[in-house]
C-alpha cells in the first residue's frame, strides 16, 4: 500500500482538555483499505508514531493525538500538521502452549472458538494461562479456558 500524505488541522472536543484530534480529508480516508478501524504508522510533521484510524461516522476516519505525539510534531489543537501515514500490522504472534494445545484438540468446538477470536485475545488467553505460578492452577486455568470459550466468553476477563 502506497504512502498516504495529508494537511489537516488538530482539534480538541474540549478545549485544551484531554486527547487531541486530527480528521482526514477525504481523499486521503478514501486510500486507507478498509472503513473501520485501521492501524496504522507514519509521521507527523515528520514524528513518527504508531497508531489507528477510527470511522468517524461521517465518511472519513479521525486519528487521536496524544501528548508525546503533539510535542514531537511540534503541533498543537488549531495548528495545521503534515501527515504520512500507511497502514500497519497490528497482529499478534500467538504461540500456543502444548497444554492448551492438546486441551483444544480434544474438544472441536471450543478450537473453533478459540480461533475465531482476534488474535489479541488470543494471546490475553495464552498469557493468562502461562502467569500461573502453580503447576494446579495452570491446570485449572486450561480447564476453564475452554468452559469459558464453550460459554462464549472472548476473552479471560469476561
Do not use: C, Y
Not at 20 to 30: D, H
Amino acid at each position: 500500500m502506497a504512502r498516504i500524505e495529508f494537511e489537516a488541522e488538530l482539534w480538541a472536543a474540549m478545549e485544551g482538555k484531554g486527547w487531541t484530534f486530527v480528521t482526514l480529508p477525504a481523499a486521503a480516508s478514501g486510500k486507507l483499505p478498509g472503513r473501520g478501524r485501521v492501524a496504522i504508522q507514519g509521521t507527523i510533521n515528520g514524528f513518527p508514531f504508531r497508531s489507528s484510524a477510527f470511522p468517524d461516522g461521517k465518511g472519513s476516519h479521525t486519528i487521536m493525538i496524544n501528548a508525546a505525539m503533539r510535542e514531537g510534531g511540534r503541533v498543537g489543537p488549531g495548528e495545521a500538521a503534515r501527515f504520512v501515514i500507511e497502514p500497519a500490522s497490528d497482529d499478534v504472534a500467538v504461540e500456543v502452549p502444548a497444554d492448551l494445545e492438546a486441551a483444544l484438540a480434544g474438544s472441536p468446538e471450543a478450537r473453533a472458538r478459540f480461533d475465531a477470536v482476534t488474535p489479541k485475545a488470543r494471546a490475553e488467553w495464552v498469557a493468562w494461562i502461562e502467569s500461573a505460578k502453580a503447576e494446579a492452577t495452570r491446570e485449572r486455568r486450561v480447564t476453564q479456558t475452554l468452559e469459558r470459550l464453550l460459554a462464549g466468553k472472548k476473552r479471560p476477563s469476561d
